[in-house]
């Protein structure tokens, strides 16, 4: 039983294109994130959501919006890929501050090779 | 200084050896200190965590937190194959987002 999913699990695509990345958690939890881990395995918050709230906007280009329709879901869109937006994207979800130390359950991750 | 140094390794040790693995950091604020391990191609998990300082074990596995020094370790003792992961140290303060360490790349032979 999947506790956070993401999709698709591998992305290759074009410099310039648009694309999007899917993540649902069915853990009951409030809280959700997206990271960026770059090809050194740096792991780097980029997004933040508390209950469909926007809570944490690192300093990430404004080609790359988070949406979430509901609090199991966070979508990530990126515009206008770029080289440097190859990477491996994950999906993270917790209960939040009420919960501390709030315990992050990652999604398998999604690899992103801009050509 | 980055608020968070790992050595990225790799460290290769034999089976059974015991493995140290360690950051540091610059931020005196962070209260939670946590190890997550990855496994190639899938999700960072869980593995221990540390509210402030002092020492905690979890069956071979020992987390250890200096807060005078600034330093963190994760000890794993009768290291097994199924060890070789990269082992990534993570800290926060109530109220911000979790800072990871760079990970350090562990390789356990049988």
């Known amino acids: 039983d999947t506790a956070v999913s993401q999709t698709p699990k591998y992305l290759v695509t074009q410099m310039g294109n648009d694309k999007s990345i899917k993540c649902e958690q069915n853990l009951g939890h409030d809280t959700m994130y997206w990271y960026k881990q770059d090809s050194k395995k740096f792991l780097k918050i980029m997004f933040s959501?508390?209950?469909?709230?926007?809570?944490i906007n690192e300093t990430v280009p404004n080609r790359f919006s988070p949406k979430s329709p509901d609090k199991a879901h966070l979508n990530l869109h990126i515009n206008s890929l770029e080289l440097g937006d190859s990477a491996v994207y994950f999906c993270?979800?917790?209960?939040?501050?009420?919960?501390?130390?709030?315990?992050?359950?990652f999604g398998p991750g999604t690899r992103l090779t801009v050509l | 200084q980055k608020e968070v140094e790992q050595d990225p390794g790799p460290l290769s040790v034999p089976e059974g050896a015991i493995v140290s693995l360690n950051c540091t950091y610059s931020n005196s604020a962070f209260q939670y200190f946590m190890w997550y391990r990855q496994y190639s191609r899938k999700g960072p998990e869980l593995l221990m965590y540390?509210?402030?300082?002092g020492n905690k074990e979890d069956g071979r596995f020992t987390a250890q937190v200096d807060k005078s020094s600034k330093y963190i370790s994760l000890f794993i003792r009768d290291s097994q194959p199924s060890d070789s992961a990269t082992y990534l140290c993570a800290m926060r303060k109530a109220g911000t987002a979790l800072i990871f360490g760079k990970g350090t790349t562990l390789s356990v032979s049988s």
């Open positions: 959501y508390n209950n469909k709230e926007l809570i």
């Open positions: 540390t509210y402030s300082s």
């Open positions: 993270a979800s917790s209960q939040g501050e009420r919960d501390l130390p709030d315990t992050q359950y």
